[in-house]
């Protein structure tokens, strides 16, 4: 039940999307570096000790064999190598808990960075993108998709620094304590790279489409529980649960093959690992027999070559992390990457001048204004009307007719395909987004009430207002006498999932428009879905609201804007009568039908 269409998802990520999703991470972690370093510094002390140590285990192995059958160990030598193994080893502990308290340190605070960047983001693109895409998508990627990096960043980064430095040294260990041994050792590689590159081919396509289908399922979750009173009107519980348990399968199924290729990872190293050590026990063995090598070499090398095997399994866990790394921050970035609204960084403001808005007059024209949300289906067709200041607006017509499109691209919510709007003789494409809301203040039908008190809500981004302004809109707003009902009155806790009902909720809005003093209105369908009284209560603040100022009004109740200076009648985009509620009654054309009709397919 689903309000925006499935995407496909993704069957594979090629070399192209991996190197750039890496490279765009590397970008955007230069902050990180020097932390990194430090902690590479710290497994890069924890790895030499580590290479150290075999040399003293091997001094260790030769007196207890060597004097085994004799009774004559020197234990001097036994507890002094005893007690440098342990200090070694405790010295390592510590650097590899640094490094790992560091890094961690590190990928949080970069996953804080992304979600903060993806904050502004949102900011920052246009709202068509939200038109196509579910909340719950977006919401996955500042969430799941973000996490999935900065965990597996936390664990692929420290396992890879370890590995190489582990591999330089114990291969380096390796060839001082045994060449022959080491040439044997060296054998297990091409396999254990066969297999590493085997399973990341299959697995890594099942990851991408992993995080994707987290991202769909989420927004089949998040579209659930939003609209929840529907669901439960229309009886459409079942289907909304079958939608939703397909969806669930098919990420239950995708998860399960991205675990079962990356748990194949760890058993195929260790299986080549078993065979390197009984090559080595063999050749060890004859070297032995030879004299050419004494039992602590033999405990060195073994030592060794579990240290050189361990990165080489590392490598294969980091490398089977990294896909999760891979495939969510392709996500993340893809997003950072969207089209942003165009810059204004050079645009000024043109109309509001030193005293603020009282100079704009609100003289508002539409010169030859088409627009369309697809390429191939035009909505609006070369729409021109010039609004005098001061006069109310009433925009009517049925669905589709381009009533609310054309606040839209009053706003610069959309540009216009062509032609253009101009306040004041100004045209809205050289003034900056942030001055044409400025000067408008809305009321909207879908009325928005955040977490915070009432006032908050009221003087919302307009905190230096007064106690005794404050209390005058309230009461021009009719919402005076409820707030006084309230507990702590203006002080009282609001949600929009609270209890205040919608005509409640738009007389706040009303208010905070008045609060905001903007020259411009836009009233759109702010008395749908009340009573009679609620209505009549809003109908009074919207007339004060109204007062002085150029207002846009779309309602559904013709009935409520009888009273406007000029009525446009749209329909499929065009302006097919415009004039009075009088003069257009008398007309007895589309608009005179839709009044005596009372009905309307919006």
Not at 454 to 474: G, H, Q, W, Y
Request: glycine share 6%.
């Amino acid at each position: 039940m689903s309000m925006h269409p499935k995407r496909d998802l993704p069957k594979k990520i090629s070399k192209d999307e991996m190197k750039k999703a890496f490279k765009n991470i590397l970008g955007t972690s230069k902050n990180f570096y020097i932390s990194i370093l430090i902690a590479a510094l710290f497994i890069l002390g924890g790895v030499i000790i580590s290479i150290i140590a075999p040399q003293f285990l091997s001094d260790l192995t030769n007196e207890i064999a060597n004097n085994a059958q004799t009774k004559n160990i020197n234990m001097e030598i036994v507890s002094k190598n005893g007690i440098i193994l342990a200090c070694l080893y405790f010295a390592s502990a510590l650097l590899t808990y640094g490094s790992s308290f560091i890094l961690t340190g590190v990928t949080q605070k970069y996953a804080n960075s992304l979600r903060r960047s993806i904050s502004i983001k949102i900011n920052k693109i246009p709202l068509s993108y939200f038109d196509s895409h579910q909340v719950g998508d977006i919401l996955s990627r500042v969430t799941n998709d973000v996490d999935s990096v900065a965990q597996s960043l936390d664990q692929s980064i420290s396992m890879l620094l370890q590995a190489v430095f582990m591999l330089i040294g114990s291969l380096i260990g390796m060839f001082v304590t045994s060449y022959l041994m080491a040439f044997v050792a060296l054998l297990s590689i091409p396999l254990m790279l066969l297999f590493i590159g085997l399973i990341m081919k299959f697995a890594m396509p099942q990851f991408i489409k992993r995080q994707e289908e987290i991202g769909q399922i989420n927004g089949v979750i998040e579209e659930k529980y939003s609209g929840q009173l529907i669901i439960k009107l229309f009886n459409a519980e079942n289907r909304v649960n079958t939608n939703f348990n397909r969806q669930n399968s098919e990420l239950g199924s995708t998860m399960f093959k991205a675990q079962i290729y990356g748990g194949l990872m760890q058993p195929l190293m260790n299986f080549i690992s078993y065979f390197a050590y009984i090559a080595i026990l063999v050749v060890g063995g004859l070297l032995l027999s030879e004299g050419k090598v004494d039992y602590g070499t033999i405990t060195a090398f073994l030592v060794y070559i579990r240290l050189f095997q361990q990165p080489m399994t590392q490598i294969a866990q980091a490398m089977n992390t990294l896909q999760t790394t891979g495939a969510a921050s392709k996500r993340v970035f893809d997003f950072l990457e969207e089209n942003e609204l165009s810059d204004e960084s050079k645009l000024t403001r043109k109309l509001a001048g030193p005293d603020g808005k009282e100079n704009i007059k609100g003289e508002v024209e539409f010169k030859h204004v088409c627009f369309s949300y697809d390429p191939s289906r035009e909505i609006i067709h070369d729409f021109s009307a010039k609004i005098k200041p001061g006069s109310k607006v009433a925009i009517v017509g049925p669905t589709g007719a381009g009533k609310t499109t054309m606040v839209n691209l009053l706003m610069r919510f959309y540009e216009v395909n062509s032609g253009e709007i101009l306040i004041d003789g100004v045209s809205t494409k050289d003034m900056p987004r942030e001055e044409i809301h400025d000067i408008f203040g809305m009321v909207l039908q879908d009325t928005w009430v955040f977490d915070g008190s009432m006032r908050e809500n009221i003087v919302f981004n307009s905190p230096d207002i007064s106690d005794e302004e404050l209390k005058a809109i309230c009461k021009e707003a009719n919402i005076y006498h409820f707030i006084r009902t309230l507990p702590g009155k203006l002080n009282c806790q609001l949600s929009n999932a609270g209890s205040i009902s919608s005509g409640q909720k738009q007389l706040i809005t009303i208010a905070r428009a008045m609060v905001r003093k903007a020259p411009l209105l836009i009233l759109d369908e702010a008395t749908s879905n009340v009573d009679t009284r609620t209505e009549e209560l809003i109908q009074e603040a919207m007339d004060k609201l109204t007062k002085g100022r150029t207002s846009f009004v779309i309602a559904h109740r013709l009935s409520t804007i009888k009273n406007a200076d000029l009525i446009l009648v749209m329909k499929d985009g065009n302006i097919v009568e415009q004039g009075t509620h009088e003069s257009l009654m008398k007309d007895n054309g589309f608009y005179a039908s839709l009044y005596n009709s009372q009905f309307s397919f919006e």
